[in-house]
């Protein structure tokens, strides 16, 4: 195995282009040493990308979004003062990734670049509106979250691409944003739904939403009409209703003794609703 | 395939190694370094056995490379005393018996000492979550937390 650390990312998009064999990038590590210590994936080349200028940076932009380097980490992003006012649910989400130790290294993109439909963030940023610049051997362009997963543990990324940041929407005001899960204990395990909601209201009434949910398909999904439900409502009960209809009916789930697809669909809906009235609750200005 | 040349700062003292870049953080400091005090547990990042500070950040060990640590600041157990005197975390650890194999000592004092860093009035609930990722193969749990809040009082009474 080559380990490289590059200093800039169009270095580390020209490695991987011209590597043979197996390459995988370095962030955080928490799923790439694991794999690469049950030797389910060796790389033949390993991209350390955390001495690239900026990457552990929490930038607010003058325009009042934020840009958040790849080597960022969970830790970074819950103790930043500004970053969870904005966005608690994108914060919230990753902070219910793993212990104390795991959130000291580990990172947005590895969440998502390892493909999961688990990944506890990543319903959280599809809802926010997440977008990734990626840096490949043609420049940089920027892609929303939902269209980096196409499956379990793959990624649309093509060879000679790395993600080089991570762009969050400005919050705006009468903005909120939640992500809730399901796991069969408390804490530290792997969702078996989990559900971000991002609203923005108009007085009472919710004027845009965005529903995604994650471990029920084979990527994480952004619901559009579950979004549809809730849009012209102040989140009544028939709304909620309708949105947890919505949630449920967007369902692909796998069947395994951590959930049956029954009970997966089941609180799709359930959560969705919780969740929404968390994000609701937050564009109003209330604690919750 | 030829080794890397690491350099870096244990406890305080600048040390050198050469790796090879699949050897974990957790190899380099028990088998290059002869610091055996971090554990492999269960080597994913599930145990905390592992756990050292780097750069002030907890984290596990077996889930950084050795080349990684170029440069960094590492913290091990075996920086927690003075010379022969034990550090607060050790004392009260032996006066509550908060350990019954030890293999996941090393990991918690670690771990308990990074907390009380950062937060040196945690409530108890605050101390557990920190700790979650510390497991314990006797369930030894309530006597570590009770060490380490009794601990924290004595410390905070003590500054």
Redesign the interface.
């Known amino acids: 195995?080559?380990?490289h650390s590059p200093a800039s990312f169009a270095e580390a998009s020209a490695l991987a282009e011209n590597a043979t064999g197996i390459t995988r990038f370095?962030a955080?590590?928490?799923d790439v040493?694991?794999q690469?210590?049950?030797e389910l994936v060796?790389p033949d080349t390993?991209i350390?990308i955390?001495k690239i200028d900026g990457v552990h940076d929490v930038t607010r932009n003058a325009d009042g979004s934020w840009t958040l380097g790849v080597a960022v980490?969970g830790?970074e992003m819950s103790e930043h003062p500004e970053l969870g006012r904005d966005w608690p649910g994108v914060v919230e989400a990753m902070d219910l990734i793993?212990?104390?130790?795991?959130q000291?290294?580990a990172t947005l993109t590895g969440n998502l670049c390892n493909g999961s439909p688990a990944a506890d963030s990543v319903p959280a940023m599809v809802a926010a509106g997440v977008t990734l610049s990626v840096t490949g051997p043609g420049g940089t362009r920027e892609v929303a979250v939902e269209d980096i997963p196409t499956g379990p543990g793959r990624t649309s990324l093509v060879r000679g691409e790395v993600i080089s940041a991570v762009n969050i929407p400005a919050r705006g005001e009468n903005g909120g944003d939640a992500y809730q899960r399901f796991i069969p204990r408390t804490?530290?395990d792997i969702a078996v739904v989990g559900v971000g909601v991002n609203l923005r209201l108009d007085g009472d009434t919710i004027a845009e939403a965005r529903v995604s949910l994650g471990a029920v398909a084979p990527t994480v999904l952004l619901v559009k009409d579950a979004a549809r439900a809730i849009v012209g409502t102040a989140l009544d009960d028939a709304a909620l209703e309708a949105l947890a209809a919505a949630a449920s009916a967007a369902c692909n789930p796998i069947d395994d003794k951590r959930g049956t697809i029954e009970f997966r669909t089941e609180v799709a809906g359930v959560l969705a609703k919780r969740t929404a009235k968390v994000a609701y609750a937050r564009a109003k200005g209330e604690q919750a | 395939m030829s080794k890397l040349h690491v350099t870096t700062t244990v406890n305080g003292d600048e040390v050198e190694y050469l790796c090879d870049p699949r050897e974990t953080l957790l190899d380099c400091l028990r088998d290059k370094l002869n610091l055996t005090g971090a554990k492999e547990g269960c080597g994913t990042g599930d145990c905390g056995a592992c756990s050292v500070t780097v750069d002030g950040r907890l984290v596990c060990s077996c889930l950084m490379l050795g080349v990684e640590a170029d440069g960094k600041q590492i913290e091990t157990v075996e920086g927690i005393a003075d010379g022969d005197v034990l550090h607060p975390l050790q004392k009260k650890f032996i006066e509550y018996a908060a350990l019954q194999c030890g293999v996941c000592t090393p990991g918690v004092l670690v771990a308990a000492k990074s907390l009380l860093e950062k937060n040196p009035d945690p409530t108890e609930e605050e101390a557990r979550y920190w700790l979650a990722g510390n497991l314990c193969r006797c369930t030894g749990y309530d006597k570590i937390i009770r060490a380490v809040m009794d601990t924290a009082a004595e410390l905070r009474e003590a500054s």
Not at chain 1, 98 to 102: F, L
């Open positions: 195995m080559d380990y370095l955080g590590g928490t040493l694991v690469l210590r049950s060796t390993l350390d955390k980490t830790a793993g212990s104390t130790q795991v000291g290294r804490e530290m």
